[in-house]
Nanobody, 123 residues
Framework: VQLQAFGGGLVQAGGSLRLSCAASGRTFSRLAMGWFRQAPGKERECAAAINWSGSSIYYLDSVKGRFSISRDSAKNTMYLQMNSLKPEDTAVYYC?????????????????WGQGTLVTVSS
């Protein structure tokens, strides 16, 4: 089982980025997935999560209205569209898969992790 996250980079405040997470090794269509982020010196937090069908979605309060999580089960891929980026969004972003259909927001509830992609937002 492998997860590969990509799409990070350097962007100015107010800009946009789209992160992708490609899963391989098994089908993830029946599993919950999430995007976590970790800023320097801070704990890893759940920025967004989605259940197996996409009918239930969670967003961290600070990203609501700016980030949008989605998944394409046919492609075994998850996305995070990030708009109106702020310097405080700067972090390494990780995608993760939970071996369950119901979304959760704690790191301990996720079983597979990607390698992370760095997002840097300049002011």
């Amino acid at each position: 089982v492998q997860l590969q996250a990509f799409g990070g980079g350097l962007v100015q405040a107010g800009g946009s980025l789209r992160l992708s997470c490609a899963a391989s090794g098994r089908t993830f269509s029946r599993l919950a997935m999430g995007w976590f982020r970790q800023a320097p010196g801070k704990e890893r937090e759940c920025a967004a999560a989605i259940n197996w069908s996409g009918s239930s979605i969670y967003y961290l309060d600070s990203v609501k209205g700016r980030f949008s999580i989605s998944r394409d089960s046919a492609k075994n891929t998850m996305y995070l569209q990030m708009n109106s980026l702020k310097p405080e969004d700067t972090a390494v972003y990780y995608c993760a898969v939970r071996y369950d259909m119901i979304l959760r927001t704690s790191t301990q509830d996720y079983d597979y992790w990607g390698q992370g992609t760095l997002v840097t937002v300049s002011s």
